[in-house]
Nanobody
Framework: QVQLVESGGGLVQPGGSLRLSCAAS????????MGWYRQVPGKQRELVAT?????NYANSVKGRFTISRDNAKNTVYLQMNNLKPEDTAVYYC?????????WGQGTQVTVSS
């Protein structure tokens, strides 16, 4: 069983930056492909970025967001730069393996002036 806890969300002005963190307990994150997803009310949850042997990004965030992991700290990060109002969503951390999938509780990111 893996427990994922996100942090770092908040209110930021357009063009600003935030760094989200996802701290894991219960297992070693190096066993999993880690990802960040986001969801707005009334829409499906969508992929933002994943990191395994390589990284993968949604087209809408390429060049602005960076996913990284620190296996020693059992933590995954999402650095978000040049934020836009359309980035407003609840951001969820995900741990995926062939056998299991785990989700965090989400952290709200609001981009508004």
């Amino acid at each position: 069983q893996v427990q994922l806890v996100e942090s770092g969300g908040g209110l930021v002005q357009p063009g600003g930056s935030l760094r989200l963190s996802c701290a894991a307990s219960g297992s070693t994150l190096s066993y999993y492909v880690m990802g960040w997803y986001r969801q707005v009310p009334g829409k499906q949850r969508e992929l933002v970025a994943t990191i395994g042997s390589s990284t993968n990004y949604a087209n809408s965030v390429k060049g602005r967001f960076t996913i990284s992991r620190d296996n020693a700290k059992n933590t995954v990060y999402l650095q978000m730069n040049n934020l836009k109002p359309e980035d407003t969503a609840v951001y969820y951390c995900n741990a995926y393996s062939l056998q299991y999938t785990y989700w965090g509780q989400g952290t709200q990111v609001t981009v508004s002036s």
